[in-house]
């Protein structure tokens, strides 16, 4: 499993990125796929979910509203576009793969890439 992250970056409050994630080494298609996330001193985030064929997501509550993740399965690449971003979403983000085709509720997404860094700062 190879999945490898892209997109962060340094943004204002209020600024939008869109993560991207392109995935290999397994069948893209046949699990979901989510995204975590871990700021400096703090404990691993689930940030949302998306099960394998996209048709149901799931947040974190504190991203609802604000982040879409979507999945293209043609090009083996997950997505996260990220808006009206706070100080509080400041972390290194993650890619993960599901271990299931839906989105579990005790999913740990411990398979994971490299990470991204998004920076939101004044």
């Known amino acids: 499993v190879r999945l490898v992250e892209s997109g962060g970056g340094s943004v204002q409050p209020g600024g939008s990125l869109r993560l991207s994630c392109v995935a290999s080494?397994?069948?893209?298609?046949?699990?979901?796929m989510g995204w975590v996330r871990q700021a400096p001193g703090k404990r691993a985030e689930w940030v949302s979910c998306?099960?394998?064929?996209?048709?149901?997501?799931r947040y974190a509550d504190s991203v609802i509203g604000r982040f879409t993740i979507s999945r293209s399965n043609d090009k083996n690449m997950l997505y996260l576009q990220l808006d009206s971003l706070t100080t509080e979403d400041t972390a290194m983000y993650y890619c993960?793969?599901?271990?299931?085709?839906?989105?579990?509720?005790?999913?740990?997404?411990?398979?994971r890439g490299q990470g991204t860094q998004v920076t939101v700062s004044s």
């Open positions: 080494g397994f069948d893209f298609s046949g699990f979901s």
């Open positions: 998306i099960d394998r064929y996209a048709t149901e997501t």
């Open positions: 993960a793969k599901g271990g299931w085709t839906y989105c579990h509720r005790d999913d740990s997404f411990h398979t």
